[in-house]
């Protein structure tokens, strides 16, 4: 199986690169990108990786999404998840006026998280809201998931795995200094490699 790695942050792309030069052997091939922070830096970033490919003759059979994610109580820092369902939490969109936004998408993860997808750093407050409108007790946090899943669609609808670790949780009182600290404690992406190595190979 080929699997494009995309990681969101400088930071992210550092350790999974890191773990990959490490490995000793991998089943599958891989290759890592960068495709930036944000819904409309990720997805055109992807947008352009997937095109460059195309033209080379280079088709990914996954793509795999991977680094740090906020979570609502019930998970801890330093859980790893591969939630199966995306969707966009702000885009305040009336019901069925637009759903190729405002649908959630199938993740190829077995955990029951749906991840939440928004162009801003998450607090207690506004996870609350979130569970609240979508009427769910668990979820993760991020600023990709969602666009890069629309992206995917638009390219033979490649499968999309998720892997992140849970960074902080603000309803327990995180901050992103919680975020920053786990993050630089985790320099690492192993975990997060074999996981996506375990799942391929399925």
């Known amino acids: 199986m080929r699997v494009l790695i995309c990681a969101p942050t400088t930071r992210e792309y550092r350790a999974m690169r ?27 970033g992807l947008a352009r990786i997937l095109t460059l490919a195309e033209i080379k003759g280079v088709k990914y059979d996954m793509l795999a999404v991977i680094g740090f994610a906020a979570s609502a109580l019930g998970r801890r820092q330093g859980d790893i998840v591969m939630p199966s369902c995306a969707i966009h939490h702000d885009a305040i969109i009336p019901e069925n006026f637009c759903p190729e936004i405002t649908d959630p998408r199938r993740l190829c993860g077995h955990d029951p998280e749906t991840v939440f997808t928004g162009d801003s750093f998450v607090n207690a407050d506004i996870i609350r809201e979130v569970k609240s409108r979508f009427g769910v007790e668990c979820g993760l946090f991020d600023m990709e998931i969602a666009a890069i899943c629309q992206v995917a669609e638009l390219y033979d609808n490649i499968p999309v795995l998720v892997v992140k670790y849970v960074s902080d949780v603000p309803e327990a009182g995180h901050s992103e200094h919680s975020y920053d ?22």
């Not at 490995?23 to 944000?38: C, W």
């Open 18 to 44: 890191y773990a990959l030069d490490k490995a000793a052997s991998l089943k599958n091939n891989y290759d890592l990108v960068e495709v930036g922070i944000g819904k409309a830096l990720s997805s055109s």
């Open 181 to 202: 600290e786990f993050a630089d404690a985790h320099s690492d992406f192993t975990p997060l490699l074999e996981k996506i190595e375990a799942y391929a190979n399925e």
